[in-house]
């Protein structure tokens, strides 16, 4: 017996207990922690990697409480880091889901992608500098939202293609500006809105009135 009070229908005094089992939800939830933990600093590339595989597996409450015990509250604001370096060749690396914005990024790529989602990701500052060294078959994807612009006219091309698709409307609050600097020496650079679901184009593509 641990002392701790529980309600009448077996529940520990915080509404839950270890034993009880986790749901999709419940997993969903510490995936999102322990993503903004990284981008914080607060967890290696390592230490992501492995705590991400025990919360998708995890299978109790007390499984997931483990996994995010050490990280502070969410009620705590996020601090953003200053600095975060990419150094990629071959494969290819990504920042998604509800990941912490840095002030700054260093990106040198060779043979294979990086994508920053900007979707779900967390922003707590106005402006995102970005140097990038993109090498033959270094490619750039920025997901974008919204309220973010990408500047590029302090970017140096010598090959490769830049795609710019701009998602916001002239009276769209500018909540982040992208910044790229550096050279593109044989990679190409795009930004884009998120890809549209198959419910999505298939709302789209209907035609008004069928289905009415």
Do not use: Y
Request: charge should be neutral; glycine fraction near 10%; charged fraction near 30%.
């Amino acid at each position: 017996m641990t002392g701790e009070p529980r309600s009448a229908d077996g529940c520990t005094g915080h509404g839950t207990t270890p034993e009880l089992r986790a749901s999709d939800r419940d997993r969903d939830q510490v995936v999102e922690i322990l993503q903004v933990a990284a981008g914080d600093g607060r967890l290696t590339a390592a230490e992501l990697d492995e705590r991400l595989d025990a919360a998708l597996s995890a299978r109790t409450i007390g499984d997931l409480a483990g996994l995010t015990a050490d990280l502070p509250s969410e009620g705590m604001p996020p601090q953003a880091r200053e600095l975060v370096r990419i150094d990629q060749r071959f494969g290819d690396v990504a920042r998604t889901g509800r990941w912490l914005v840095p002030r700054r990024m260093e990106i040198r790529l060779m043979f294979c992608e990086a994508k920053l989602d900007f979707t779900d990701a967390v922003i707590t500052h106005s402006t995102l500098h970005i140097d990038v060294d993109l090498r033959i078959g270094g490619n750039l994807t920025l997901v974008t939202r919204p309220g973010i612009e990408v500047d590029t006219d302090d970017l140096v091309r010598s090959s490769g293609e830049i795609k710019i698709r701009p998602v916001s409307g002239p009276d769209t609050p500018v909540t982040l500006r992208v910044q790229l600097a550096g050279q593109s020496r044989g990679g190409d650079i795009v930004a884009r809105p998120p890809r549209r679901t198959f419910s999505q184009w298939l709302r789209r593509s209907t035609p008004r009135g069928i289905g009415r």
